[in-house]
């Protein structure tokens, strides 16, 4: 993950769902800006990842517990970045992290709100940062493209992810 969060991303709008992922769930795609603590500069480390709530947007198309949902939701993602080895820094090409991810979204007769620990992993692909989440309720792919910092005179604090995934 060295070289992650150094080029900012094209943004893609949907990404298909993990190879071998469960091909049964509700397609969903989401936004969220998260904030790295302590961020990614040119020594390595490992921290936390924090959206500040479901501060982001999620849009599913179908059913969620049970019911057809009636428009956008909330999406949010608290966890932690660099938990394999020694930690990521601005010339990491992988790494690994877990968290939870927490969506609330409209359905018939009110809302249905998801509370999903995942694992993930991430690497540099071409110019672009990719990952995978998988948990029970929600699995899925994202793209990462930096907010703010330049990892050369500040580090890297804010990213946004952007990706697609099945939620059940």
Same mark, same amino acid.
């Given at each position: ?76 993602? +608290?966890? &932690?970045?660099?938990? $394999? ?5 601005? *010339?990491?090409? =992988?790494?690994? /992290?877990? @968290? ?43 793209? +990462?493209? &930096?907010?703010?910092? $330049? ?5 890297? *604090?804010?990213? =946004?992810?952007? /990706?697609? @995934?099945?939620?059940?």
């Amino acid at each position: 993950m060295r070289r992650l969060f150094v080029t900012a991303v094209v943004a893609v709008g949907l990404l298909a769902p993990p190879v071998g992922a469960e091909e049964s769930g509700t397609p969903c795609s989401f936004e969220v800006d998260v904030t790295l603590s302590p961020g990614l500069s040119r020594e390595p480390s490992s921290g936390t990842f924090d959206s500040a709530g479901e501060s982001g947007t999620v849009d599913c198309q179908g059913t969620v517990g049970g019911q057809p949902v009636t428009g956008p939701g909330t999406f949010g993602a +608290v966890g &932690r970045y660099g938990t $394999d080895g020694d930690g990521d820094d601005c *010339r990491s090409r =992988r790494g690994t /992290g877990d @968290g939870t991810i927490h969506v609330t979204v409209p359905v018939e007769g009110g809302t249905e709100h998801v509370d999903d620990p995942f694992t993930m992993t991430y690497r540099v692909s071409g110019r672009t940062v990719v990952g995978e989440i998988t948990g029970e309720r929600f699995s899925g792919t994202f793209d +990462v493209s &930096r907010v703010d910092g $330049d990892c050369l005179r500040t580090p890297i *604090r804010k990213i =946004r992810l952007r /990706g697609t @995934g099945l939620l059940s």
